[in-house]
């Protein structure tokens, strides 16, 4: 029975010791790096994210990957993420690779279908979205878009109807 609940008292005090170093390590590198690294995130952040949280499990449970090793995968990781969001911040077409861009999905009172297909959404998470911004009317909306972080922006009808918001929007071509 000591072997499933409990192996090795030495195995115990060096997953303690090197979780919070490796953790005190991460929130350093994490600090480091900016703001940029924290923020707001869309796959390729969400990415660096899971396989920084792998990398502290690795660390924390492999007896053969040292605190060393771990920080510099922590570093690297990291260092690749501060790389990719600074040239993505450089290069309109890299930053489009990287992070998709944000698809129209609904237009003065229409849904786009084709792009609602392309996109993987239904209607019903259409209407999820504009009840979520605290709207009742279809009416009230001008479009409602799909943000390269999954998110959905809801843009309300203006009476000037200017929509440069939407200047950097993926619109479905027409169809013939």
Excluded: C
């Amino acid at each position: 029975m000591e072997g499933i609940f409990f192996s090795n008292t030495a195995f115990l005090v060096r997953t303690l010791v090197i979780g919070v170093f490796a953790y005190i390590n991460l929130i350093v590198l994490l600090r480091l790096s900016g703001l940029r690294t924290l923020s707001k995130m869309n796959a390729f952040d969400l990415v660096v994210t899971v396989a920084l949280g792998s990398t502290f499990a690795t660390i924390l449970l492999n007896r053969d990957v040292s605190l060393a090793q771990g920080t510099l995968a922590f570093a690297l990781l990291i260092a690749l993420q501060y790389v990719v969001s600074w040239t993505s911040v450089r290069s309109r077409g890299f930053s489009k690779l990287v992070t998709g861009e944000p698809r129209l999905l609904f237009f003065q009172g229409q849904f786009l279908s084709q792009a609602l297909r392309a996109a993987r959404v239904n209607e019903d998470e259409i209407y999820a979205a504009i009840r979520a911004g605290g709207h009742a009317a279809l009416e009230e909306i001008d479009a409602v878009i799909l943000e390269s972080d999954g998110s959905f922006s809801v843009v309300k009808s203006s009476p000037d109807k200017g929509y440069s918001a939407l200047a950097d929007v993926r619109a479905p071509k027409p169809v013939e």
